[in-house]
């Protein structure tokens, strides 16, 4: 099937940065959307950013204008810029991508910890 590698999460200070990667691997015909969830500690998950096959892109209103999505079609990777980290922004931040295998369905990654503190 379709195997997700997180990496590049961490321990920041608020105001800090970091930048998660996703890279998709196996039998995949074809990526069509890609994005980062989170969940933080007794919260449901949410979706923080998504991004479509041709770029098009949209955020969770708390974190526009300090996380940039972006991807890499060819190398079957996201990643999220994270800027300007605050610790609301604490969570479990989880890759997925819609992705053709035998059929068209979602994929998760295991998750990487996220903590903004001070």
């Known amino acids: 099937q379709v195997q997700l590698v997180e990496s590049g999460g961490g321990s920041v200070q608020p105001g800090g940065s970091l930048r998660l990667s996703c890279a998709a691997s196996?039998?995949?015909?074809?990526?069509?959307?890609m994005g980062w969830y989170r969940q933080a500690s007794g919260n449901e998950r949410e979706l923080v950013a998504r991004i479509t096959r041709d770029g098009s892109t949209n955020y969770a209103d708390s974190v526009k204008g300090r996380f940039i999505i972006s991807r890499d079609n060819a190398g079957n990777t996201v990643y999220l810029q994270m800027n300007t980290l605050q610790p609301e922004d604490t969570a479990v931040y989880y890759c997925?991508?819609?992705?053709?295998?035998?059929?068209?369905?979602?994929?998760w990654g295991r998750g990487t910890q996220v903590t903004v503190s001070s």
């Open positions: 997925t991508v819609n992705a053709m295998v035998l059929d068209t369905r979602n994929y």
């Open positions: 196996g039998r995949i015909s074809r990526i069509n959307a």
